[in-house]
């Protein structure tokens, strides 16, 4: 009408809030996070003995118990961030992860706060955690998923590539943490690239795409 341009028109009604609910996958189950994962989680974390896993954390390092009880108890509660304990078949808890930024009116939420033990890097249960936050969130109508991450931490910054999220930039000076500047490196997968996204998850979890010794055959 004024010959300005707009946006494509949605037929968009929203998408639903996550709920406090387990996520089922082959190699490990994500649990909603509660005090019974905290002697677990912590013992996971004790493997970690340079602490390097805390670097860019806003939480932690915590060297005794009490105040990781402390964090998981306050943690535990909350909607948004929503956290899950990522854990074997078998329970044992070895990392967590939460979905944050929730805007269900938006359609976009932010997958974050990601701690994985030394025993759960580089596994099969550590991909696959993050294709059961994924595939949840668009399961659950959100057109956008987030990672964001300090932009010096180049270990973050690879795995969102490898599991397929796009860069869209840096914001400078986006955070104060630990006494120290943050800028932030932007990532996003939108709701039209699940399909495939999904089916190279698929085809790189399954069991025939690992040798007998647990090796991958085929990168994702």
Same mark, same amino acid.
């Given at each position: 009408?004024? +010959?300005?341009?707009? $946006? !494509?028109?949605?037929?968009?009604?929203?998408?639903?809030? &996550?709920?406090?609910?387990? /996520?089922?996958?082959?190699?490990?189950?994500?649990?909603?996070?509660?005090?019974?994962?905290?002697?677990?989680?912590f013992?996971?974390?004790?493997?970690?003995?340079?602490?390097?896993?805390?670097?860019?954390?806003?939480?932690?390092?915590?060297?005794?118990?009490?105040?990781?009880?402390?964090?998981?108890? +306050?943690?535990?509660? $909350? !909607?948004?961030?929503?956290?899950?304990a990522?854990?074997? &078949?078998?329970?044992?808890? /070895?990392?967590?992860?939460?979905?944050?930024?929730?805007?269900?009116?938006?359609?976009?939420?932010?997958?974050?706060?990601?701690?994985?033990?030394?025993?759960?890097?580089?596994?099969?249960?550590?991909?696959?955690?993050?294709?059961?936050?994924?595939?949840?969130?668009?399961?659950?109508?959100?057109?956008r998923?987030?990672?964001?991450?300090?932009?010096?931490?180049?270990?973050?910054?690879?795995?969102?590539?490898?599991?397929?999220?796009?860069?869209?930039?840096?914001?400078?000076?986006?955070?104060?943490?630990?006494?120290?500047?943050r800028?932030?490196?932007?990532?996003?997968?939108?709701?039209?690239?699940?399909?495939?996204?999904k089916?190279?998850?698929?085809?790189?979890?399954?069991?025939?795409?690992?040798?007998?010794?647990?090796?991958?055959?085929?990168?994702?």
């Open positions: 009408m004024h +010959k300005q341009p707009i $946006g !494509k028109a949605l037929d968009w009604h929203g998408a639903k809030r &996550p709920e406090r609910l387990v /996520l089922q996958g082959q190699y490990c189950r994500l649990e909603p996070l509660e005090a019974g994962h905290t002697e677990g989680l013992k996971a974390f004790q493997a970690d003995t340079k602490g390097r896993n805390w670097t860019y954390m806003v939480n932690g390092p915590y060297p005794d118990l009490p105040p990781f009880k402390a964090w998981v108890s +306050k943690a535990s509660t $909350g !909607k948004d961030p929503l956290f899950f990522i854990c074997l &078949p078998d329970g044992t808890p /070895l990392g967590y992860a939460s979905y944050m930024r929730i805007a269900p009116e938006m359609g976009v939420m932010e997958v974050g706060s990601i701690n994985l033990s030394p025993a759960l890097q580089g596994t099969r249960a550590a991909t696959e955690a993050q294709y059961l936050l994924m595939q949840h969130a668009f399961q659950l109508g959100y057109r998923f987030e990672w964001k991450c300090d932009a010096l931490n180049a270990a973050s910054i690879k795995a969102a590539q490898r599991l397929g999220f796009t860069y869209e930039g840096t914001f400078r000076q986006a955070l104060v943490y630990k006494g120290r500047n800028d932030t490196a932007w990532f996003s997968v939108l709701n039209s690239e699940w399909p495939a996204l089916a190279r998850f698929e085809r790189w979890l399954a069991p025939e795409n690992f040798d007998s010794g647990g090796q991958q055959l085929t990168a994702l």
